[in-house]
């Protein structure tokens, strides 16, 4: 699977982006996506992610409500809808992919990624 992340920019406090992870490979239907942000400021830290198939995300508590996950593996990609961004979002923004071949656990942990695409950034201005 090889990756490709885009749609950053920059946007007002309370604006919306929708950041897109596109996938190619076979196996990207057998893997969950996470999406990691980061700043200069701080490590790389979880912000989402979507199981193989779609049928659980999980949210880092500070997107929670804000940020919707969503996938489409017949055109394999995958979204994440931003909403109501805050200053505090600011940062690079990566997808990465996670093969759920003998597993039902998606981490959070970035560390236990190895697929990564290229970021894009996200600008929010107050």
């Known amino acids: 699977v090889q990756l490709q992340a885009s749609g950053g920019g920059l946007v007002q406090a309370g604006g919306s982006l929708r950041l897109s992870c596109a996938a190619s490979?076979?196996?990207?239907?057998?893997?969950?996506v996470g999406w990691f942000r980061q700043t200069p400021e701080k490590e790389r830290e979880f912000v989402a992610s979507?199981?193989?198939?779609?049928?659980?995300?999980d949210y880092e508590d500070s997107v929670k409500g804000r940020f919707t996950l969503s996938r489409d593996d017949a055109k394999k990609m995958v979204y994440l809808q931003a909403n109501s961004l805050k200053p505090e979002d600011t940062a690079v923004y990566y997808c990465?992919?996670?093969?759920?071949?003998?597993?039902?656990?998606?981490?959070?942990?970035?560390?236990?990624?190895?697929?990564w695409g290229q970021g894009t950034l996200v600008t929010v201005s107050s």
């Open positions: 979507i199981s193989r198939g779609g049928g659980r995300t």
């Open positions: 990465a992919a996670y093969p759920m071949i003998l597993t039902a656990r998606v981490p959070r942990d970035p560390s236990e990624y190895h697929i």
């Open positions: 490979g076979s196996t990207f239907s057998r893997s969950a």
